[in-house]
């Protein structure tokens, strides 16, 4: 089985490492892809919500769960 990473939240800076922090507490990797970091560093600009996080292909269905329950969290 081919592993690869797959999107599975994006957000501010902010929502993306309180959800980080959610993945390592329960044993999950991931990736970051931050957009708005990248273009800053290159001098140009980007949306404010384009940090993007990626898991596993294999870790995607235990992450969903963690994801879920955060996005119902910061949106009450």
Same mark, same amino acid.
């Given at each position: 089985?081919?592993?690869?990473?797959?999107?599975?939240?994006?957000?501010? #800076?902010?929502?993306?490492?309180? $959800?980080?922090?959610?993945?390592?507490?329960? @044993? =999950?990797?991931?990736?970051?892809?931050? +957009?708005?970091?990248?273009?800053?560093?290159?001098?140009?600009?980007?949306?404010?919500? #384009?940090?993007?996080?990626?898991? $596993?292909?294999?870790?995607?269905?235990?992450? @969903? =769960?963690?994801?879920?329950?955060?996005? +119902?969290?910061?949106?009450?």
């Amino acid at each position: 089985m081919e592993t690869k990473h797959i999107k599975i939240f994006s957000g501010s #800076s902010i929502l993306v490492k309180g $959800l980080e922090n959610l993945l390592e507490d329960n @044993n =999950i990797h991931y990736l970051i892809k931050d +957009t708005v970091e990248s273009a800053r560093l290159a001098g140009f600009g980007t949306q404010i919500n #384009s940090v993007e996080l990626y898991v $596993l292909n294999t870790d995607v269905d235990k992450a @969903n =769960i963690f994801v879920e329950n955060y996005k +119902t969290e910061i949106n009450s």
